[in-house]
Nanobody
């Protein structure tokens, strides 16, 4: 399975970006799709997850209220809309899929396949 995350770039503080995640097979084949990020020298941080059975979405504290995860089944895409970006949001952003629904989906260990990451830089 190959995942591809895209949509990163350079944005000013307060700006928005929409990240996209697609796969070489249907994302609905997996229990959930998650978004993570990793800044230099930091641990990989979970941001959001969307469950395939019912599109139930969950968010981390840092993502809640600013980020929105969504799915386009026809396009086989999962998106992460990010608004109100801050310099501390600068990181490489990854999407990942889990074969089994572990319930929380907040640990990288719960995911089986990962995309290559897309760089998001928030700077003036």
């Amino acid at each position: 399975v190959q995942l591809q995350a895209s949509g990163g770039g350079l944005v000013q503080p307060g700006g928005s970006l929409r990240l996209s995640c697609t796969a070489s097979r249907s994302l609905l084949d997996f229990a959930a799709v998650g978004w993570f990020r990793q800044a230099p020298g930091e641990r990989r941080e979970w941001l959001s997850r969307i469950r395939s059975s019912d599109d139930f979405a969950t968010y981390s504290y840092s993502a809640e209220g600013r980020f929105t995860i969504s799915r386009d089944k026809a396009e086989n895409m999962v998106y992460l809309q990010m608004n109100g970006l801050k310099p501390e949001d600068t990181a490489v952003y990854y999407c990942a899929v889990s074969i089994i629904d572990y319930g929380l989906g907040v640990s990288p260990d719960e995911y089986d396949y990962w995309g290559q990451g897309t760089q998001v830089t928030v700077s003036s």
